[in-house]
């Protein structure tokens, strides 16, 4: 063993190496040394468990190299999502248009009018730049954008409510995942959760006995990512603004997904809309900007002018503020919905969701065969379901079609290992032991990674 101790050779000389000094093209010396240092300690910890016998510098080399061959640049990376969740809140959420990215190049470039008035020649406000848009695009009197939607509910909450009572349905008392639950929102917002009705039945009445002079809004919840079917009774937007007419309350709505197209007439389950809920005359509705709008990470607020100026105002809009680079985005991508025809073909969330079976079974067969050409590895075309994802349309299952792979000598999960940690993380599913990638979530040129990195493996 200590023989094989001494056979490690000293980090000085393998940076040395030519083979490794080549990697000095695209990493810095630190990192290159980092790499070595991991490899190292491997090496050592496998001496020490008895389950290396026998070492030789060559060796050592080419694990160094392996290693930097698939060590990307970045921590945060490009990866391939085969799940087929569109939305994957974990693989990034949406992915954003070419228009969206081209826009916050341009605009990152160099310097911007991010606060600066052009026109009057004198600071400007950051906000200004997506007011009329989005206004526009949903037909509100005013925005504001934040952060993300978890921002603009606090917000609006904070806003109207501090020491006071946000009246709920119990109904709607939802947790959407990573940690944001209404009433814990609520209550971080400095104000009292007053909770109406029951899990499943809320009526009018029951929003008009809460209400008395400590109430601050009525605030309703979109149930993003469950539903309640049977006895049940809801109290609509309508009915809501009707009585916040008499009660004088302001009346707020958390959509969270945020459709601005009907879904219905594409064979989705209806999915509330933006405008819908602004037409029924709720004083402010909030929604995410890397939902089902398909943009960057953002919290849209829109509605009354007079409510949106006055969040405006408040301090946690400042420390909720987005930067340029998220107002480039969103304003690009909002500018396409513009034209109905052009947004279900520019924006990839759409585009993905909208994609009809016989396209999917075409990109499945063309990848299929292009697997089965390489020797180690089966590959068939499998019917499979797709999943919206980030707590939108939970229940709209869309059938799509996958591909699935078999390994000749790798098992399942071996070979998930394989796709996942090469140059281009492939990430997929494994069913009743089979590995397979759902088509709908791979992008151009997608398959020709996946490809390359099967093809690897006779290499190695
Ligand atoms: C997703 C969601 C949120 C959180 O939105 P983020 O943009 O992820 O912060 C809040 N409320 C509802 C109803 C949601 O669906």
Do not use: W
């Amino acid at each position: 063993m200590q023989e094989l101790y001494r056979k490690i050779p000293q980090v000085s000389k393998l940076i040395e190496d030519k083979s490794v000094r080549h990697f000095l093209s695209y990493f810095y010396m630190e990192e290159i040394k980092q790499e070595i240092e991991v490899v190292l300690k491997d090496i050592r910890s496998k001496i020490k468990s008895e389950f290396i016998v026998s070492l030789n510098y060559e060796d050592v080399v080419s694990m160094i190299t392996n290693r930097l061959r698939i060590h990307d640049l970045y921590s945060l990376r490009r990866v391939i999502n085969g799940t087929g969740t569109v939305l994957h809140t974990n693989l990034g959420r949406a992915v954003m248009s070419k228009n969206a990215i081209d826009n916050v190049v341009r605009v990152c470039k160099g310097y911007s009018n991010l606060e600066y008035d052009i026109e009057a020649g004198k600071r400007g406000s950051r906000y200004d730049h997506l007011e009329a848009m989005v206004s526009k695009i949903v037909g509100s009197e005013s925005a504001v954008v934040v952060n993300n939607n978890a921002a603009a509910t606090m917000l609006t909450v904070a806003a109207f409510s501090t020491n006071k009572e946000a009246v709920v349905s119990r109904g709607e008392l939802v947790e959407i995942g990573g940690s944001f639950r209404i009433p814990e929102i609520i209550e971080a917002s400095g104000a009292i959760l007053k909770e109406v009705g029951t899990t499943n039945r809320t009526h009018l009445i029951d929003y008009e006995r809460a209400t008395s002079e400590k109430t601050g809004m009525y605030l309703k919840v979109h149930p993003s990512n469950y539903h309640i079917d049977g006895f049940i009774k809801n109290v609509t937007n309508k009915e809501i603004v009707e009585l916040a007419k008499e009660t004088k309350v302001i009346t707020c709505e958390d959509l969270g997904s945020g459709a601005i197209i009907d879904f219905s007439r594409y064979n989705f389950y209806k999915e509330n809309m933006v405008q819908e809920s602004l037409k029924s005359g709720i004083d402010l509705v909030t929604f995410s900007g890397d939902k089902l709008l398909g943009g960057p990470q953002a919290g849209i607020i829109v509605g009354k002018k007079e409510l949106i100026d006055r969040i405006k105002k408040h301090p946690l809009t400042r420390a909720f503020r987005v930067g340029k680079m998220t107002i480039a985005a969103l304003e690009a991508t909002l500018r396409d919905y513009l034209s109905h025809q052009t947004v279900v073909e520019t924006t990839p969330t759409l585009r993905m969701l909208f994609e009809n079976k016989e396209e999917l079974r075409a990109k499945a067969t063309k990848l299929t065969n292009r697997i089965n050409e390489i020797d180690y590895f089966d590959s068939e075309v499998i019917p499979v379901n797709s999943t919206v994802g980030g707590g939108s349309l939970p229940l709209s299952i869309i059938e799509s079609y996958g591909i699935s792979i078999k390994s000749k000598d790798m098992s399942v999960n071996d070979l998930e290992k394989f796709l996942r940690k090469g140059k281009n993380p492939v990430i997929g599913l494994i069913n009743e032991n089979r590995y397979y990638l759902d088509v709908r979530t791979l992008l151009n040129g997608d398959d020709e990674l996946i490809v390359k990195q099967l093809e690897e493996y006779k290499n190695e």
